[in-house]
């Protein structure tokens, strides 16, 4: 298997195709997605996984600000940070390497790649997903990623490698 084929087999998500729709924008609504990737609705917690999700599923990110996107509407929700948390990971090999696969606090999974690369903000880490999302790193990977890391003598910077791309995770 090609490095590409396995990339691609390696996303795993279920979002709705929400670039296909053009509904009408109908205000903001009250709910809010916390820094830690907890979602409230007029601020008691949403404590059911599978409206999370479903939620999730129509989640993009325009312009810095959040939507939920059906067919037939459009409403902006707040975000405090990120929406999504990256809070497991894994190593995925074959015989053209190694490819980190994340999977973020709504079960989706993406190859750390090209297409999804790991960005570091202000010191935070976070992947780029799609549709504008971006999904922050929970601090246990983080670490578990500190210690598979790899310091560039040159840069002075830890990096870890995910198939033919190489990451920064930060400067010493």
């Not at 971006?134 to 990977?141: E, F, H, I, L, S």
């Amino acid at each position: 298997m090609q490095l590409q084929q396995l990339l691609k087999s390696l996303e795993l998500r279920n979002h709705a195709p929400t670039e296909q729709w053009d509904p009408q924008y109908c205000g903001e609504i009250p709910l809010h997605i916390d820094a830690n990737g907890k979602w409230f609705y007029q601020n008691s917690p949403i404590g059911r996984e599978r409206l999370v999700k479903l939620f999730a599923s129509v989640l993009v990110c325009e312009n810095g600000e959040h939507f939920l996107v059906t067919p037939v509407e459009k409403v902006k929700i707040s975000v405090a940070d990120a929406p999504l948390v990256i809070v497991a990971w894994q190593q995925v090999n074959n015989e053209q390497g190694s490819v980190i696969q994340v999977t973020t606090n709504v079960d989706t999974q993406y190859p750390l790649s090209d297409d999804y690369p790991l960005l570091v903000k202000d010191q935070v880490p976070y992947v780029q997903l799609d549709h504008g999302l971006v999904a922050k790193v929970a601090r246990t990977v983080y670490y578990q990623w500190a210690e598979l890391a790899t310091l560039d003598e040159a840069t002075q910077t830890l990096q870890i490698t995910s198939g033919n791309s190489v990451f920064t995770l930060g400067h010493l």
